[in-house]
């Protein structure tokens, strides 16, 4: 070969060689991770499936979020990204079990959960949350782990395997941290679980601080029996409060006994979801969750402005009725105070009856309700709710259109409230007269 023939070969070398090295790296492209796919509401209609997400395996007791694959060895495709599955059979209907039973099996998964965790770390990881469900017809309790960012996205749609070893549809309802709703279901046949319990880590400033332990009002879970069970819960808490209270020479009257029932009703009615849903549906809800955590209800809830618990009272009010009340004993600590239902509802009955026996001697609410401008349930709902020392204000300037006066949201609380005593029964323990005349609204999704 000469010279010339050389150079050609050498030029022909370096003009295709990176061209291949380039249709090799497409060819054979290294398989990588990828978020799982959420399938929204509007979406699940035409989604091909839903997505399989890698789990974190139980009692993992690793801090932070899972390792990255490694790039050495090449990882199994299979499990180095979510993967496809076949459709997931259509959701069959639930079958709520009894309230006793669930309680039973409820009570059992708990045990179940806090031991694994116990044996495992003191500091959980804080990234996963892990529900325990029952299958129908087996007794047997499943346990799944996923990511807390899936759970908490509305419209998540994924199946994951439990513990146990079945494959689970998992689909967000619902998202509101320990409170998020879901449904659970057999991936290949469609029948659903009934969801017990969420283990929810609690964190704070990105450090862990407590492990929440939770039941949602799932989907199948809110039955006409769990409702009625929780109107009566609340109903009994509160006349065990008022006797409390009485007992330590504080005299409640019955209709402020009344109002709070009602209160402890409204307080946690979103506000959105009020003006989209059906209103007596989303109240049997709320009653719900105290018919299934009943103690425990909405021991974990805070709303924007502070306000805890169950009576959502915010921790200056709360102080202020301990100056105010010195001998009642109430709790010291406001978080405590707040989480514990008894004291809790003491303080709510105290605050109410000293708001009233105020706006009582006021000469503008009195022709308020001389005139039947006002209802004592309205100002006492008003007065819970916002300001109550700017109601007689109100009432001045607005006269008939005083409502019009008030804050926005405080509007909004006496819609919630006039429909709930439309909607809901109630037996009054004190005057009728106490109570707004009821409003027979329609329960659909009509605005205000």
């Known amino acids: 070969m000469n010279n010339r023939s050389f150079l050609l070969l050498s030029l022909t070398a370096v003009v295709f060689a990176p061209a291949l090295v380039s249709r090799a790296q497409q060819a054979d492209p290294s398989p990588a991770f990828t978020r799982p796919r959420v399938v929204n509401t509007a979406q699940q209609s035409s989604a091909p499936a839903p997505v399989r997400v890698p789990q974190q395996p139980v009692g993992t007791t690793q801090q ?29 209907p639930a079958h709520p079990p009894s309230l006793s ?17 116990t044996l495992t770390s003191s500091t959980p990881n804080t990234a996963f949350v892990t529900l325990a469900a029952l299958e ?29 070893g079945l494959n689970v549809r ?30 929810y880590p609690i964190e704070k400033f990105g450090r862990f601080r407590e492990m929440a332990y939770y039941s949602s009002a799932h989907p199948a879970l809110v039955s006409p ?30 209709e402020t006994v009344d109002i709070a029932e009602r209160l402890c009703l409204v307080e946690h009615v979103d506000h959105d979801r009020y003006r989209r849903e059906d209103r007596k549906r989303l109240f049997e809800e709320v009653y719900a969750l105290y018919g299934l955590n009943e103690l425990d209800t909405y021991r974990y809830s805070v709303s924007s402005a502070g306000a805890g618990g169950m009576v959502q009272m915010i921790a200056s009010t709360y102080q202020l009725v301990r100056q105010a009340h010195p001998g009642v004993g109430l709790n010291p600590d406001f978080v405590a105070g707040m989480r514990n239902h008894g004291n809790a509802l003491e303080a709510m009955l105290l605050y109410m009856q000293d708001t009233w026996n105020g706006l009582a001697l006021d000469p503008d609410v009195l022709d308020a309700l001389a005139n039947k401008t006002a209802t004592r349930a309205e100002l006492a709902a008003a007065g819970y709710n916002s300001n109550p020392a700017r109601l007689p204000l109100y009432l001045r300037r607005g006269g008939t259109a005083w409502k019009s006066l008030i804050p926005r949201e405080t509007q909004m609380y006496l819609s919630i409230y006039s429909s709930v005593e439309g909607l809901m029964q109630f037996k009054n323990r004190g005057s009728d007269s106490a109570q707004p005349a009821p409003q027979r609204v329609a329960s659909g999704t009509s605005r205000e």
């Open 64 to 92: 932070g979020a899972p390792p990255a694959p490694s790039a050495s060895p090449a990882p199994n495709p299979t499990t180095a990204a979510p993967q496809y599955v076949a459709p997931a059979a259509p959701l069959q």
């Open 170 to 199: 998992v689909q967000v309802v619902r998202p509101n941290y320990v409170n998020t709703a879901v449904a659970l279901s057999d991936a290949a046949t469609g029948k659903q679980l009934t969801p017990l319990v969420v283990e």
């Open 101 to 117: 039973k669930f309680r039973e099996r409820a009570a059992e998964a708990q045990r179940l959960l806090k031991s694994r965790l």
């Open 225 to 254: 029996e769990v409702s009625k069970h929780g109107q009566t819960y609340v109903r009994n808490m509160l006349d065990l409060a008022a006797q409390r209270l009485k007992e330590k020479g504080k005299i409640i009257s019955p």
């Open 136 to 164: 129908e017809g087996s007794s047997k309790i499943h346990t799944l782990s996923l990511p807390k960012e899936t759970f908490l996205k509305a419209g998540t749609d994924v199946v994951l395997t439990t513990a146990q």
